[in-house]
């Protein structure tokens, strides 16, 4: 008996919708992180001392951000959404109590990746909110099915 529940074949129409905005916002913040790390987008200088190096943040966070998006289009039991909604919030918070070390502290395009990790925030605390749900009735479905003989 298959628990899955394929964005395309999910019983609720509203699910695809909300699984197709986390799926967007991850791949924006993911194209945004890699054109910072390859020097197309500027995010301003470091105020500390160190030397930031944008290619590896970006090509990293542009990475991970590829992998959620798939994670969130595949994966969809209930503590793998939670666990990709909780960490949304480490660059989210982050962002904000490091911005007093970045010259601006604030600018267009941090701003608006933080915009498309907020989506998939929601979007995805929504998916693991309701997840039991979906799977429960396809699963019943699929259960039901081979119990006639007849394919899910």
């Known amino acids: 008996m298959s628990t899955n529940v394929h964005p395309t074949t999910s019983p609720n129409p509203g699910h695809r919708l909300v699984r197709w905005f986390a799926v967007i916002g991850a791949s924006v913040a993911a194209c945004l992180y890699l054109l ?21 943040f970006g090509a990293l966070m542009g990475a991970i951000y590829a992998i959620t998006a798939v994670a969130v289009w595949r994966l ?63 699963a019943s479905t699929t259960a039901s099915a081979a119990a006639e003989g007849r394919p899910a």
Not at 36 to 56: E, M, N, P, R
């Open 36 to 56: 910072i790390g390859v020097g197309v987008l500027s995010v301003g200088t470091s105020t500390t001392d160190g030397a930031t190096d944008l290619f590896a």
């Open 76 to 138: 969809h039991g209930r503590l793998i959404l939670a666990a990709i909604a909780a960490f949304q919030l480490i660059p989210l918070i982050g962002y904000v109590a490091f911005a007093g070390l970045r010259e601006p502290p604030f600018e267009l395009w941090g701003v608006s990746i933080k915009v498309a990790q907020f989506a998939v925030l929601v979007a995805v605390a929504i998916l693991a909110t309701r997840a039991g749900s979906a799977g429960a009735t396809v």
